[in-house]
């Protein structure tokens, strides 16, 4: 199951935030902002996503950075332990690069708690361009045990050059952003 929270059009103040939190030096307007954005939504439909899952989610991850940025990831950085679960690492094959744009089975490994009846893990993901890190990761740990995965998106990135992105940037002029509707429940 993927959640977006918001479209992120190339030409918008909501992509200019997700570009700026992670630069050297970051926002700091746009690290608060990108945290109330995630904060606010996991507050209002968490239970949302935790009934898709068939529980609440045990574990959180974050897409790892394909760039050979330092660890912890921004986002990781960002949230700290807020969400009071505990963090799963994710480590990337350095086959696929940044350039990599499709799925890859082996692009991600996981280890999970051995502890752990069932791992239900949150991901969560900055950007969403093609979904294929997303996913890949997300393949890894179904494939590493978990019983279920969420993947959490702050911005879904439109082209608005894009011919086929038109309709949809149209359908998203008013209201811009509401809070209080949730993918999950929406389409459900």
């Given at each position: 199951?993927?959640?977006?929270?918001?479209?992120?059009?190339?030409?918008?103040?909501?992509?200019?935030?997700?570009?700026?939190?992670?630069?050297?030096?970051?926002?700091?307007q746009a690290r608060w902002n990108l945290l109330a954005l995630l904060?606010?939504?996991?507050?209002?439909h968490l239970d949302?996503?935790?009934?898709?899952?068939?529980?609440?989610?045990?574990?959180?991850v974050v897409v790892p950075s394909t760039r050979g940025q330092a660890h912890p990831h921004p986002l990781q950085d960002l949230i700290g332990d807020?969400?009071?679960?505990?963090?799963?690492?994710?480590?990337?094959?350095p086959r696929h690069g940044s350039e990599t744009r499709t799925f890859q089975r082996d692009w991600f490994t996981v280890q999970l708690p051995v502890e752990s009846v069932s791992v239900r893990p949150l991901?969560?993901?900055?950007?969403w361009t093609t979904g294929s890190r997303a996913q890949s990761l997300a393949y890894a740990l179904r494939s590493a045990g978990a019983s279920s995965v969420?993947?959490?998106?702050?911005?879904?990135?439109?082209?608005?050059?894009?011919?086929a992105s038109r309709p949809l940037l149209k359908a998203?002029?008013?209201?811009?952003?509401?809070?209080?509707?949730?993918?999950?429940?929406?389409?459900a």
């Open positions: 199951m993927v959640v977006p929270i918001a479209y992120s059009p190339r030409t918008g103040q909501h992509h200019h935030h997700l570009r700026l939190y992670k630069s050297k030096p970051g926002s700091a904060l606010l939504f996991l507050q209002r949302c996503v935790a009934n898709r899952m068939g529980g609440a989610p045990t574990h959180v807020r969400l009071r679960l505990p963090w799963l690492a994710a480590l990337s094959n991901i969560l993901d900055d950007t969420a993947v959490v998106v702050l911005g879904r990135h439109i082209r608005p050059e894009h011919v998203i002029e008013d209201p811009m952003f509401d809070p209080s509707t949730c993918a999950v429940e929406r389409w």
